[in-house]
C-alpha cells in the first residue's frame, strides 16, 4: 500500500523507501516502555497444567446399569485415586456426567460437582469362558428356490424358447 501512495514502481525504488520508511514504522509501532509492556496483546503463555485445561474436550453422557460410561465405543468407569490404587466410585443408573478428554489424552468424567479418573473397562463378550459351553456355529443351509420358482419351470427351457422367440422384424438391423 505504501509503495502505490509513494509511486514506487522499481526494485531499487523499494529498496531506498525502506530505508527511510522502516524507521517511522518501528517509531510508531513498537513497544516504549514499562506501559506498553503492560498494555500489550501479546499474553505469557499459561503453565502446563492450564494448557491441558483450556484445550480439553468436553461430551455429556449417562452413567449406565453397568455403572460405566460410553465414550468412543469403549466403556469406561469413574474412579477414585488412593494411595494403594483406583477404586471405582459407584453410581445411579441415569446420572449425568461431563467427560473430558484433556490436551495430553487423559480422561476425566465430572460428576455432581466432582472430578474422577476415568479407567477403561475390559471388553464384554456374549458368553463367559468359565461358566458357560463354547456356542456352536449355526450352519447356513444353501438357498433352494420354492417349487414354482421361474428357475424351476419349464418356462426357460430350450424348446420353449425357439418357439417364443421371433426373428427380428425387417428394418430394425438386427
Same mark, same amino acid.
Given at each position: !500500500? +505504501?509503495?502505490?501512495?509513494?509511486? =514506487?514502481?522499481? !526494485? *531499487?525504488?523499494? %529498496? ?7 524507521? @517511522?514504522? %518501528? ?20 503453565? *502446563? ?17 453397568? %455403572? ?7 466403556? #469406561? ?6 494411595? %494403594?490404587?483406583? @477404586? ?11 467427560? =473430558? ?12 460437582? *466432582?472430578? #474422577?479418573?476415568?479407567? +477403561? ?8 469362558? +468359565? ?44
Amino acid at each position: !500500500m +505504501e509503495f502505490t501512495r509513494h509511486g =514506487i514502481a522499481s !526494485m *531499487e525504488e523499494a %529498496n531506498a523507501f525502506l530505508w527511510d520508511y522502516l524507521p @517511522r514504522f %518501528n517509531a510508531q509501532f513498537s513497544l516504549k516502555d514499562e506501559k506498553d509492556l503492560d498494555t500489550s496483546t501479546f499474553l505469557e503463555a499459561p503453565p *502446563e497444567q492450564d494448557i491441558n485445561a483450556i484445550l480439553a474436550v468436553v461430551s455429556r453422557r449417562v452413567i449406565d446399569a453397568g %455403572n460405566s460410561i460410553k465414550y468412543h465405543n469403549a466403556y #469406561y468407569q469413574p474412579c477414585f485415586q488412593y494411595p %494403594n490404587g483406583l @477404586r471405582p466410585r459407584l453410581f445411579v443408573k441415569g446420572t449425568k456426567a461431563l467427560v =473430558i478428554r484433556a490436551f495430553d489424552g487423559t480422561l476425566l468424567a465430572s460428576i455432581k460437582e *466432582e472430578t #474422577y479418573i476415568l479407567r +477403561e473397562v475390559e471388553k464384554r463378550s456374549s458368553h463367559s469362558k +468359565e461358566f458357560d459351553p463354547q456356542p456352536i456355529p449355526k450352519q447356513r443351509k444353501p438357498y433352494k428356490p420354492a417349487p414354482d420358482h421361474p428357475w424351476k419351470t419349464r418356462f426357460l427351457s430350450p424348446r420353449v424358447l425357439e418357439t417364443h422367440i421371433a426373428e427380428s422384424p425387417k428394418g430394425y438391423g438386427l
